[in-house]
């Protein structure tokens, strides 16, 4: 059988997933390929990039003026197409196609033309709206009837000029319906978006994001004292707050106000700024920079007395499975997909792996409450610290790549 993954970039979230796919199905013996259209070259014949930087750049401008992303990049998509022809996949795998690198009028013609079988993983909410990929900080509920008068045009994709929400929530549901298509969502809270939107007679599936349980664990005493010493930690409670980008709906501001209401009493964490965020930030935080080193990543996980995820809008955070596999309790708000992992654990069993706080309103939160509930996880996780690292790292089991990865075997055979 012959599949063909479709993604924006071969990194991050997204291009981690599309492939650790890929490998899994060469593994298997599958004739597997994936296709890109923004980021690094091809490793070889099996990875299929597609990017047009000048294409990119006249996408995102022609979305600036006309709210119409998704709608150019004409010579990248036919480039795809070529392959695709070539290739002939019985199994053409999406990821996101947004990000001004592909034209879904002509790749969603060709698929139907070609009647291809289609898995789409579903990562934002964007195949459903007229223009956002989230409306949680807003209240919107336009997309479940029609986009117009758009009030995020600011937002991802952004558009300077005109609103074309309505058109453009029209043309999608056109062109998105109609396929031979199985919907994926990483989480129950977006399935449940699915069952809402125009895309709500494809079947769908909740496949959670896996993680390489090798990797994730807890680190050793000598591994983490060496963290300690390099980052200068003091001997008070880290609170660990880790994003692949720190934007206004990952909750920066969040840490930053409860650090201050604690009044020094924990030592707080963050990873991920960049270098104007990290001058930025009180020098009562540790701030950190993007890293892509992993093992750094985990030693800081596993050094933390908590992983503390303030996000306002998101899917199924990665970083949340990721910290509980290096046996630390996450505190998170009742955002999306994010509570899942500790909710599943609440069902099964009365173990300590987190806390989950709700939100006052769908853009803020009650910040003596947050900091009640991350004193009351922290002081917890320090006197029963051996149990609750067990209790972290039994409930990441649930989310072993292996097994996750597993599962779209069986969805594609």
């Known amino acids: ?72 990049s004409i010579r990248a998509t036919k480039k795809l197409i070529w392959y695709l022809d070539k290739i002939k996949p019985d199994i053409i795998h999406l990821h996101n196609v947004h990000g001004y690198y592909i034209n879904i009028e002509l790749l969603f013609k060709y698929i139907k033309d070609k009647k291809i079988k289609v898995v789409w993983t579903l990562h934002d909410c964007w195949a459903m709206t007229g223009h956002c990929a989230w409306f949680d900080m807003v209240a919107c509920n336009k997309w479940k009837t029609g986009c117009s008068k758009c009030t995020q045009l600011r937002a991802y994709p952004a558009s300077s000029l005109i609103d074309g929400s309505q058109f453009n929530w029209n043309k999608k549901r056109e062109l998105f319906t109609g396929l031979n298509c199985t919907i994926v969502t990483p989480c129950k809270w977006l399935s449940q978006i699915v069952k809402q939107s125009y895309l709500n007679k494809y079947p ?44 206004e709906r990952k909750g920066l501001n969040d840490i930053i106000k409860i650090s201050e209401k604690l009044c020094g009493k924990y030592q707080f964490v963050v990873v991920g700024l960049t270098k104007k965020q990290l001058e930025s930030i009180p020098k009562t935080i540790t701030g950190i920079t993007r890293t892509n080193n992993i093992t750094e990543l985990v030693n800081l996980y596993s050094v933390a007395t908590l992983f503390f995820n303030p996000t306002y809008e998101d899917n199924f955070p990665t970083t949340n499975i990721e910290a509980l596999a290096c046996g630390t309790p996450v505190l998170t708000y009742d955002t999306g997909g994010s509570p899942e992992a500790i909710q599943m654990a609440k069902q099964h069993t009365n173990i300590f792996v987190g806390n989950v706080v709700s939100k006052a309103s769908p853009n803020t939160v009650d910040f003596s409450t947050v900091s009640k509930v991350l004193t009351d996880s922290v002081e917890h996780t320090i006197v029963h610290r051996s149990k609750v690292r067990e209790a972290c790292r039994k409930v990441s089991m649930e989310f072993d790549k292996e097994k996750r990865l597993g599962e779209y075997l069986n969805l594609y055979f």
Request: net charge neutral.
């Open 1 to 72: 059988m012959k599949i063909v993954q479709i993604n924006t970039f071969p990194y991050k979230a997204t291009g981690t997933i599309m492939l650790n796919l890929h490998n899994i199905l060469l593994q298997n013996g599958h004739d597997s390929y994936v296709a890109w259209g923004r980021g690094r070259n091809a490793n070889d014949d099996r990875e299929i990039v597609i990017k047009d930087d000048i294409g990119v750049k006249i996408h995102g401008l022609y979305t600036r003026l006309t709210d119409r992303t998704g709608f150019a």
């Open 204 to 247: 769908c599936k909740v496949i959670y994001n896996g993680i390489d349980l090798e990797i994730f664990k807890p680190s050793s005493v000598e591994q983490a004292a060496s963290t300690i010493k390099k980052y200068e930690l003091t001997d008070k409670p880290i609170v660990l707050g880790g994003a692949s980008e720190w934007t």
